[in-house]
């Protein structure tokens, strides 16, 4: 039988997704493209924001236009959230759990033809262990190492859906890393709902990297998004000495205004995150610095605004994430007085990408006439691209191999992306 599977939101969906086509391809069903040609379609759903919530509504509605014979499965972050209310034509129908479960959900499906339902209380749910043998990309693979989030900022509703911290056990992440760099990937992602807050038996973050870096063929390590006060001396020393960690750090600021981030209940001051920033930068000086920003949060005045825009560009962000504001029905946002109007958060959405454009701008074209090494992630006839450690997307005008690291020289930075020229054709890895 054929599967389609669609994956909406994060990394950790990402990694999941992958989790649950590894099983479907082990039961010798295929993978196929679009969702006409499937018996089975997969949703794996996100709820971070109302417009996701209502992007995976739609994409599962359109599912049973498009093929009504099709079984439908979803799960995730928006099933998990609108459990009660949720009136689509679903034929296996879970929450954030039990995702590595869904090939024998679809084995009983077919026996016996009858619709399943289920959710589990997500603050008891003990970590999922999965692991996946072989990323898609055959550069670069997600490992999950982390679930859930203790934090409950008043704006987030992903606690309530993915359920408490928890991780998956040290010697666990790390045969699964070496099982991923036996099979050809060169570049691991460490993932997790609140990453940076993996601890398992005393064991951090850092502790876990720290070996990592150990491992053979592994060339990069790189952290997908981390809170500032995750940072330690010494995941610092491993960024400043480790070959292997990647040069970019996304760290969620979401508000520039100490009285917005009180009442996100954030638990830093702009004067922590500076401190902290300021520390990196001493660590690794060429490193690029991404973020999170919400705008347009419950009581955010103008001058909360232009107090953000101006951190925002006192830390040199090189790209911002930004979003408006999304009320989440249960989180404690909901009952904040002084709501903003959709036109002021939309103006303001636009301020921040003008700046986080220009500061990516400026940030790329300190790296022009310098030497750089970059990972190849798809090669074309004539021309390829990849990723440098500090996460610069570079094209090179050459058919290059796949899943090698070249060392660039940068020529060129405009609106249009960087581009780069191969030194000496020299292959590192």
Do not use: W
Not at 181 to 203: A, C, F, M, Q, R
Not at 309 to 324: A, D, N, R, Y
Not at 383 to 397: F, K, R
Request: proline share 3%.
């Amino acid at each position: 039988m054929k599967i389609h599977i669609i994956t909406l939101g994060c990394k950790v969906n990402a990694y999941e997704s992958e989790i649950i086509k590894e099983k479907f391809l082990l039961n010798n069903y295929k993978l196929v493209d679009t969702i006409k040609e499937a018996d089975i379609v997969i949703v794996n759903t996100c709820s971070v924001t109302n417009m996701a919530d209502n992007k995976s509504k739609k994409i599962i509605r359109s599912i049973k236009r498009e093929n009504p014979q099709a079984i439908l499965v979803a799960c995730g972050c928006m099933t998990q959230n609108h459990q009660d209310n949720l009136d689509l034509d679903i034929d296996i129908l879970i929450g954030t759990s039990n995702k590595s479960n869904i090939v024998k959900l679809v084995q009983d499906y077919l026996l016996n033809n009858q619709k399943y339902l289920s959710f589990d209380n997500m603050q008891e749910v003990p970590f999922e262990d999965m692991e996946v043998k072989q990323f898609t990309s055959h550069t670069r693979a997600f490992l999950k190492i982390q679930d859930g989030c203790n934090n409950y900022c008043s704006y987030c509703i992903i606690p309530y859906l993915r359920g408490s911290q928890r991780c998956k056990s040290f010697t666990g992440a790390l045969k699964e890393a070496k099982e991923l760099v036996l099979s050809g990937h060169k570049e691991i992602v460490l993932t997790g709902i609140h990453t940076g807050s993996y601890n398992y038996d005393g064991k951090t973050l850092a502790d876990l990297v720290e070996e990592m870096i150990k491992i053979p063929n592994l060339e990069r390590i790189r952290i997908s998004s981390i809170e500032i006060l995750e940072i330690d001396a010494k995941l610092l020393h491993l960024l400043e000495t480790g070959p292997k960690v990647c040069k970019h750090l996304h760290i969620p600021l979401q508000s520039g205004s100490d009285a917005i981030l009180k009442l996100m209940n954030r638990r830093y001051n702009k004067a922590k995150f500076k401190e902290i920033v300021l520390k990196i930068k001493k660590a690794c000086p060429d490193i690029n610095l991404t973020t999170d920003l919400i705008v347009g949060f419950p009581g955010e005045t103008e001058e909360n605004f232009q107090e953000s825009l101006k951190f925002c560009e006192e830390i040199g962000f090189s790209k911002i994430h930004t979003f408006p504001f999304s009320l989440r029905s249960g989180t404690k946002a909901e009952s904040l007085p002084n709501h903003l109007d959709n036109s002021v958060k939309k103006q303001r959405v636009h301020q921040v990408l003008e700046l986080s454009n220009k500061q990516e701008l400026n940030y790329y074209q300190k790296f022009i006439n310098k030497e750089v090494d970059v990972l190849i992630e798809k090669s074309f006839a004539d021309y390829s691209i990849g990723h440098t450690s500090n996460y610069i997307l570079v094209t090179i005008p050459l058919k290059l191999k796949q899943n090698e690291i070249y060392k660039v020289k940068i020529t060129n930075v405009s609106k249009d992306g960087v581009k780069a020229e191969v030194s000496n054709c020299l292959i590192l890895n």
